[in-house]
């Protein structure tokens, strides 16, 4: 069973930083290139952050360069994101995806809120 399982979501002020983690089961993680992606209420979800299967190519949003830093462990079937200096417009529901040719699978979601 496949299974995508972020956490590390949560209510921060801005200028703060969080660290997401996706947990990945149920198939070969290091074969897939993975992915954030956030949907903030009434918005389209967007790509936050890439980065290919070894993890040497890395790719990010325009809003998001500089402050967040998409990284991942094989060994442990697991991808993060680190983000800082975290602003009130990064809100939204975080998502992790697998990706490999046209078989893609993905997270619940979990919740970041940046507020004072």
């Known amino acids: 069973q496949v299974q995508l399982v972020e956490s590390g979501g949560g209510l921060v002020q801005p200028g703060g930083s969080l660290r997401l983690s996706c947990a990945a089961s149920?198939?070969?993680?290091?074969?897939?290139?993975m992915s954030w992606y956030r949907q903030a209420p009434g918005k389209e979800r967007e790509l936050v952050a890439g980065i290919s299967r070894p993890g040497g190519n890395t790719n990010y949003a325009d809003s998001v360069k500089g402050r967040f830093t998409i990284s991942r462990d094989n060994a442990k079937n697991t991808v993060y994101l680190q983000m800082s200096n975290l602003k009130s417009e990064d809100t939204a529901v975080y998502y992790c995806?697998?990706?490999?040719?046209?078989?893609?699978?993905w997270g619940q979601g979990t919740q970041v809120t940046v507020s004072s």
């Open positions: 995806k697998a990706l490999r040719g046209l078989t893609n699978y």
């Open positions: 149920g198939f070969t993680f290091s074969n897939y290139a």
